[in-house]
């Protein structure tokens, strides 16, 4: 389906406010083009028979410029009923769209973000929705009025001389071949210029989240530089419209103008040397208005020819973004997990052949803790990302109580699931919010509760109000301690049969560290948890440690058992612990 096609189909939802709104415009443009015959009618039969020498009857007249004036009265009354529908029609069709746009982007792959800038996906749902508004508010509305008024004129100008009037109608091709033209070159110049907006704000984006490293290696001359570079291939390509624009719209419809007047000119004056051709002064004074009229809407339809392109090429743009392929978000709720996760010969790669996990095969009992430890790169995170199915596996298969994890909808799969990232992310909001997430089974007192067994209570004392205390973006005026402890409590607020603690107390000082530890002791009871850290001193009372290595898994075992066995998890503890390889295990 083409742009312009979908487009339609979203007016549609509300048919009901656009016909209303068009049939009030078709009534104010009957109203306001009646006018100029009315004004014939005055003129031919009321006032050129004074000039005759007949005595004037200002009875008719009277009536006549009555009914003028009351034509006027529901032209106008009727435009501002029009506007109205039509605007809030419009409103209407892009509070659809962009919420459509925001859902859709909440059932794409994680995979679909790893390689877009989030400034690109905001400017979709900001900038190119504004831009297709305009199309709905502005453009749409001028098209229809426009057409309307150029029918109603022609359809008078027929009425009144069919001769004269068909001197007009080159108008209209003239204008056709235009359109063509200027859509050529302006569909061009459009999407560069929407894409230079996306690449600003993924830029613009970017620097904010990244303001603390920009300043402290100095690096604010060379973003703007970047920046600047951007920002002027965005202006070179607007003046390029501007040009186009500028140098066509006014002069054009000057042009045709002229034309037009200098061609009815030379017939008016053909048609008066000949006496079987008598044009009257109400007929002379009716076309003048007419085709004086007939440029108004000509000038509107040119002039909205630049918003039109913009709001197609970005209605291309989001549409483009809700043709990738999602997943429709699944309420189907399962019974609680017992919690035995199972890896059978799991292969997995971002990018199709580069394995990044490879013959991976492990089993996780309900309440055993496993932990995954090795390198960076060497697949501990994949793993997780498997289990949660922010990815599916390339080959192999993933169980959970014997249960193929791909036989179920994503959501299904990750109700009993709690996550604690190393980097937690908070939302606006206050602490309350982002342990409960807005979930209605989660009550204050759950909320608070959750907070008391990791240890919150102690960490987010200091705080004045408490769990009400407010929250701005990603937590930055809290320490990484409270982020981390709030994002703990999260997870042990939805219950889950399955935990995950991913790096969760790398970037923890000792004491909150010991206050999860004591928490954990208690809380892992009952639930499989998995435990990626690099911090070996942490994982030592787990059920198995699996030491990965380029994506395969080298040894796995208990902490005494694998220290015993003095291979690279021995080295890697030994390392950390400050122990030289000479020195015996006690």
């Known amino acids: ?119 690109k996906v905001v400017a979709r ?98 973003m703007h530089e970047e920046f600047d570079v951007v920002n002027r291939e965005h202006y070179k390509y607007q003046n390029k419209l501007l040009y186009l624009d500028a140098g066509t719209s006014h002069n054009l419809v000057s042009v045709i103008r002229s034309m037009t007047f200098v061609f009815f000119i030379w017939y008016f004056g053909g048609a008066s040397l000949t006496a079987t051709s008598v044009i009257s002064v109400g007929v002379l004074y009716a076309f003048v208005d007419y085709i004086t009229r007939l440029f108004n809407p000509v000038t509107g339809v040119v002039n909205q020819l630049a918003k039109l392109e913009q709001a197609l090429v970005a209605a291309e743009r989001v549409f483009r973004l809700l043709d990738r392929s999602g997943e429709v978000v699944s309420d189907k709720k399962i019974e609680r997990y017992m919690g035995d996760v ?110 008391d067994a990791v240890g919150g209570d102690r960490v987010l004392k200091h705080l004045p109000k408490g769990i009400d205390e407010p929250v701005i973006e990603k937590g930055s005026t809290l320490s990484s301690g409270q982020r981390q402890l709030i994002s703990f409590a999260r997870a042990l607020a939805f219950d889950p049969a399955i935990l995950i603690l991913d790096e969760a107390t790398s970037n923890i000082d000792t004491e909150t560290e010991e206050i999860i530890q004591h928490a954990m002791a208690v809380l892992k009871k009952g639930r499989t948890t998995f435990i990626i850290a690099h911090r070996l001193s942490t994982i030592k009372s787990a059920d198995r440690i699996l030491v990965l290595d380029n994506g395969k898994i080298a040894e796995q075992g208990t902490h005494e058992e694998l220290v015993a066995l003095g291979g690279r998890y021995e080295q890697m503890y030994r390392l950390q612990s400050g122990v030289t390889l000479d020195s015996k295990v006690e």
């Open 342 to 451: 199972r890896f059978d010969d799991v292969w997995f790669a971002y990018k199709e052949q580069e394995y990044v996990l490879k013959r991976i095969s492990f089993e996780a009992k309900q309440g055993e803790t496993v932990a995954l430890v090795g390198h960076t790169g060497s697949g501990k995170s994949s793993i997780m990302n498997l289990l949660f199915r922010f990815y599916d596996v390339s080959k192999g298969t993933i169980t959970i109580d014997g249960i193929d994890i791909q036989d179920l909808p994503r959501q299904t799969v990750r109700d009993h699931m709690g996550i604690v990232l190393q980097d937690p992310y908070l939302f606006t909001g206050t602490i309350e919010s982002n342990v409960s997430l807005g979930d209605p089974r989660i009550s204050r007192e759950k909320v608070q509760a959750s907070l």
């Open 1 to 119: 389906m083409s742009t312009g096609k979908r487009l339609w189909v979203y007016a549609l939802h509300y048919k009901k406010l656009l016909i209303i709104g068009i049939a009030l415009m078709t009534v104010a443009v009957a109203a306001d083009l009646a006018g100029p015959l009315i004004a014939k009618k005055i003129i031919d039969e009321h006032i050129v028979g004074v000039v005759d020498g007949a005595p004037l009857d200002f009875e008719p007249i009277a009536i006549l410029l009555g009914v003028f004036f009351t034509l006027a009265i529901v032209s106008a009354v009727f435009r501002y009923g029009e506007y109205l529908l039509l605007q809030k029609a419009a409103n209407r069709v892009i509070q659809k769209m962009r919420n459509d746009v925001y859902k859709h982007i909440q059932t794409l792959p994680i995979r679909y973000f790893d390689n877009l800038p989030a400034g």
């Open 125 to 222: 749902i900001t900038n190119d929705t504004e831009a297709i508004r305009e199309l709905y508010v502005t453009v749409l509305s001028q098209f229809a009025s426009s057409a309307m008024y150029i029918t109603g004129i022609y359809v008078a100008l027929f009425f009144l001389n069919w001769k004269m009037a068909a001197i007009t109608l080159f108008v209209l091709p003239l204008l056709y071949i235009w359109m063509i033209l200027y859509r050529k070159y302006a569909a061009k110049y459009n999407h560069i210029v929407r894409e230079k907006v996306s690449d600003m704000n993924a830029m613009i984006n970017e620097s904010i989240q990244g303001m603390t490293i920009i300043q402290a290696f100095r690096r604010e001359e060379q």
